[in-house]
């Protein structure tokens, strides 16, 4: 049986092109600290990557931070700001949606002494202005927005929740994991702003966190002064080599990789319209990301269908997480007002570039087929 591959919001294949670039790095000698010509052979890897990067971003090539994945930039980006503020300013709002990147990291800072507010979503996980500005005032140093949001692939207006927290004299962290090497982004307006090679079909276990120069950040992982003392450890030369490329070819294709997964996701939307009209789907219009669909069976517990789509072949997901192999009611439905059963039955299926209509409609004709038999109206 041909398997296919609906989660590219967890993780996407590995290009072989971006394999072949990391290829020499991965048995290459240098330390990009050492003097010696291998060290700095290696260090120059590392700078082409950084050059990419602040190209595509449009940031300053001193501003691009390598780390390990988007969980450590969100991470450095709220811990790292706080430690290295030097105002007195103790709030820091983060929207409710958040990925638990952010929102995990909140204890840690009220053990700092900061106080961590939720800003509400609405029901499609948008933070709206109105709500930002309800809870900004000049206590906020920070304001944490994503710009996708990973489950339903909804689309936050950064730059103008951006320009509000200024205004208000906070700075402004994004998250754009969901959306770089995806669609047109920059850094522009952001005071920090992160990303993850492994979803734009880089390899897994790097990304990287953009600091706008002067912006006040203390390193938190401490040694050696790489990555210009923000973030210490031996550079992972081949993963950075590898986002580089990756990001690199996102650009090219760009517009290419958008047309074939919104076709994917048409001919899967259409088929399941026509067949199954008690899905619900999760937003009014397709989501912004091309390639993301989330819907709800009413009465389908999301862990059964996605168990019984696994046996079928179809590898999708709830987009919430799994803990002791059991999935948890998704905290993003939770906080876009729906029941805690209802947040039990979120479904997202993200396609691809390499998808295609034909695997839409297969997928949606399976997904008909185990829902009806699960609720017994087969
Ligand atoms: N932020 C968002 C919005 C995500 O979707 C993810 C991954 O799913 C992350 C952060 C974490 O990235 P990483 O897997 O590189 O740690």
């Not at 030097?86 to 002494?113: M, N």
């Not at 962290?173 to 669609?183: E, H, N, P, S």
């Not at 690199?248 to 399941?272: P, S």
Request: proline letters at 4%; a negative charge; glycine letters at 10%.
């Amino acid at each position: 049986m041909k398997r296919i591959y609906l989660d590219h919001a967890a993780t996407t294949p590995l290009d072989p092109s971006v394999l072949e670039a990391m290829q020499p790095w991965l048995s290459a000698v240098g330390n990009p600290s050492s003097g010696h010509q291998e060290g700095r052979r290696a260090k120059e890897a590392i700078d082409i990557a950084r050059e990419i990067v602040a190209e595509s971003l449009d940031c300053l090539f001193g501003e691009v931070c390598f780390v390990s994945s988007g969980t450590e930039a969100a991470n450095l980006a709220l811990l790292g700001s706080a430690l290295g503020t030097t105002s007195s300013r103790r709030k820091i709002l983060v929207g409710a949606s958040e990925h638990h990147c952010v929102l995990h990291v909140a204890p840690l800072l009220e053990r700092l002494g900061f106080e961590v507010v939720e800003i509400p979503c609405d029901r499609e996980a948008r933070i709206s202005a109105e709500s930002l500005v309800e809870l900004l005032d000049d206590e906020t140093l920070l304001v944490a927005v994503m710009h996708a949001n990973n489950e339903l692939g909804t689309l936050n207006d950064v730059s103008s929740l951006a320009g509000l927290a200024h205004q208000a004299g906070a700075a402004f962290f994004c998250d754009a994991v969901q959306t770089v090497g995806q669609i047109p982004v920059t850094m522009s307006g952001m005071d920090y702003f992160s990303f993850s090679a492994h979803k734009f079909n880089g390899p897994k276990g790097i990304g990287a966190l953009c600091v706008q120069a002067g912006a006040p950040m203390e390193a938190v992982i401490r040694g050696g002064g790489q990555e210009r003392e923000v973030r210490a450890g031996t550079e992972n030369v081949a993963g950075i080599v590898g986002l580089g490329e990756a990001l690199r070819i996102a650009g090219l294709e760009m517009e290419e990789r958008q047309t074939r997964k919104a076709a994917a996701r048409a001919a899967f939307v259409d088929k399941l319209k026509t067949d199954l009209p008690e899905a619900r789907f999760s937003t009014s219009e397709l989501p912004e990301l091309k390639g993301h669909i989330h819907l709800r069976i009413p009465g389908i517990r999301a862990e059964n269908m996605l168990i019984a789509l696994d046996r079928a072949g179809i590898s999708a997901s709830s987009g919430a997480a799994c803990s002791s192999g059991s999935i948890e009611p998704s905290h993003v439905l939770l906080a876009c007002g729906y029941s805690q059963s209802e947040a039990e039955e979120g479904l997202r299926f993200t396609f691809g570039h390499e998808n295609t209509p034909a695997e839409g409609i297969l997928a949606a004709q399976t997904l008909v087929r185990e829902a009806r038999r699960i609720l017994g109206t087969l």
